[in-house]
């Protein structure tokens, strides 16, 4: 994607936080949302990809781990652009530090909906077939937790 591109993409993204701040969300909460719907895109690929190759709790802390790595990148040059960073290395620890507490939510919600103990589940139940709906219960459930505590003690 060009230069140009990027800048008319980036534009037409503002217009719509700018639009939907009118309903009482911050604008960077909204920008955080947009950025944690591209993390569940990547984590969503990253456990697709390797399924075939390990089990699906390898493959979602490696889902997890790609994503939020992704998500840091986004959330400091787009949600929080206008704020002072700290260098890159201490404020991406941070930012996995402070989400770690979103991760005991984001793949426990995981963990507990494709575990084989849950619900007397098999590897045909929903979860197993379609994990994409485990990843998605956990985003939702991490989303909050990890927007206060990177809001607070990663990008202030």
């Not at 969300?25 to 993390?39: A, C, D, K, P, T």
């Not at 190759?53 to 994503?67: D, K, S």
């Not at 400091?76 to 507490?101: C, D, E, G, K």
Request: aromatic share 16%.
């Amino acid at each position: 994607m060009s230069s140009s591109a990027s800048q008319s993409l980036l534009t037409l993204l503002d217009k719509g936080v700018v639009l939907l701040s009118r309903l009482g969300l911050s604008e960077n909460f909204i920008r955080f949302g947009i950025v944690g719907v591209l993390g569940f895109c990547w984590d969503t690929g990253t456990v697709y990809a390797l399924r075939p190759f390990t089990n699906l709790y390898v493959a979602g802390t490696c889902g997890f781990l790609i994503a939020a790595t992704a998500n840091w990148v986004i959330n400091r040059l787009w949600t929080y652009r206008h704020q002072q960073h700290a260098a890159p290395h201490v404020q991406w620890a941070r930012f996995m530090t402070a989400n770690a507490i979103g991760f005991v939510f984001n793949r426990g919600v995981f963990f507990t909906l494709v575990s084989k103990y849950f619900s007397n589940a098999t590897k045909t139940d929903t979860f197993h077939t379609q994990p994409v709906l485990a990843i998605a219960a956990g985003s939702i459930a991490g989303l909050c937790f990890n927007y206060f505590l990177s809001k607070r003690f990663v990008f202030s």
